[in-house]
C-alpha cells in the first residue's frame, strides 16, 4: 500500500504528531488560518 502513495510509506500516528508539535510551539506563531494537508502528497494524485 505504502508504494502507491507519493512518499512511498503509509502514514504514521508520529506524523500527525509531528504536526500537532509544531503548531503548539513559538515557531508556528505567524501561521493562521491554515489548511494543512497531511496525507503524504496523497491530494497532488490525479486519479481519473
Known amino acids: ?7 512511498k510509506r503509509v502514514g504514521t500516528e ?3 504528531a509531528n504536526l500537532a ?3 503548539l510551539r513559538e515557531e508556528s506563531s ?3 488560518g491554515q489548511v494543512l494537508g497531511v496525507d ?9
Not at 500500500?1 to 512518499?7: I, K, S, T, V
Not at 503524504?40 to 481519473?48: A, D, K, R, V, Y
Open 1 to 7: 500500500m505504502g508504494a502507491r502513495h507519493p512518499l
Open 14 to 16: 508520529k506524523d500527525i
Open 21 to 23: 508539535s509544531f503548531l
Open 30 to 32: 505567524w501561521m493562521t
Open 40 to 48: 503524504g502528497g496523497t491530494s497532488t494524485i490525479n486519479l481519473q
